[in-house]
């Protein structure tokens, strides 16, 4: 899994929020990329293989 880019962006973040005295930082992922599965419906063609199987 790369985390590079929130990583730097947070870092950034936290210079910022520092100045300003204020801040706060959300992290959103999805568990469907943890798994390996995509966070969309299947296509119909998909869903017609998965049933086959």
Do not use: D, W, Y
Not at 4 to 13: F, I, K
Not at 15 to 41: D, T, W, Y
């Amino acid at each position: 899994m790369n985390v590079t880019g929130t990583l730097l962006c947070c870092q950034h973040a936290a210079r910022l929020m520092q100045r300003n005295s204020f801040g706060r930082i959300i992290n959103i992922a999805s568990v469907a990329e943890m798994r390996g599965q995509s966070a969309e419906r299947p296509s119909k063609k998909e869903a017609a293989q998965r049933a086959a199987s």
